[in-house]
């Protein structure tokens, strides 16, 4: 083959695998959908005890056997549940995650994703753009967490998958960092409680302080009760961006900073800061961006965070810059590839 004529054999061959590309990134679109709509439904949960027809399916749910047949071929040919023989399905790895029994369930994750709330916020990406400003504001007329608040019922949800998406990397944190001679660990922001129920179940010396806002935090007492370590745990509610509880020698801001913008960032630090024993330290779990061109999930999780609030995602020196203006000084990050990191920083 002349060499020009293989030329340009190859560079086709290459605009056909760009193209490929790029019409997956297209449907991954659709497929997002499709995940929210199955997992909102259960059909994991269904297929717990072995594959099922479709039409066994449907029955068992509700829903039309057709449609349901459709959207399951589809995720199949992704590896989300497999077709075992014809319209009867079955789990896979990663259908597993979408099981609501499972250590590692991200189904309330994808329930959440396709709640008309949030989803039209990732709709409206381009106001963001424009504006700077949240697009979850922009298309429900009030902030993140006072719509939440006035709608209990997606406050609930929202918090299973704020414990589903933080439970894995909140797992990594507690193995990574050691808690040995800690004596009263305060959980700034800690929801229901599933990352201090995690520590305090290590280190049975631990006492420890789950601190959220008054409606959140009364759903902490089942998950520390049903991990055995109520009797060393308080349930304090409040607002981290007027004050935090006193006398922590560690404070866990896990999953917090990143949903704040940098003002109100340094004054949660700031109200940590005056309260914390002066030998303390502040451990920050959130992803650290790495800079230039490399994969990291962080740098979409900081998207989330444009629609959604007016927080951000920040590098390593970005921690430190917020530290050094609270009066705290970075002092170690650990597992800094990870998809969240262990941000150390103590008084400076």
Known sequence: MPEQAAGALADSGRKEALLSRMWDFHSGLRMGFMLSAIAEIGIADQLVEGPLSVDELAKRTGNNADGLYRVLRAMASKGVFTETSHRVFGLTPLAEILRSDTAHSLRDVFRLQGKHFMRNAYAEIGYSIRTGRPAFDYVNGEELFTYLAQHPDMNELFSGAMGNAAGQTQQAAVEAYDFTGVRRLVDVGGAHGHLLASILARYPDLGGVVFDQPHVVPGAERVLDEAGVLDRAELVGGSYLEAVPQDGDVYVISHVLHQLSDSDTITVLTNVRRAMDP??????????????????????????????????????????????????????????????????????
């Open 279 to 348: 030998a303390g330290r502040v451990l920050v779990i959130d992803p650290v961006i790495p800079e230039g061109d490399v994969t990291h999930p962080g740098k979409f999780m900081d998207i989330t965070m444009m629609a959604l609030s007016e927080g951000r995602d920040r590098t390593e020196a970005e921690f430190a810059e917020v530290f050094a203006k609270a009066g705290l000084r970075l002092a170690d990050t650990i597992g800094l590839d990870s998809a969240s990191s262990v941000v150390v920083a103590v008084p400076a």
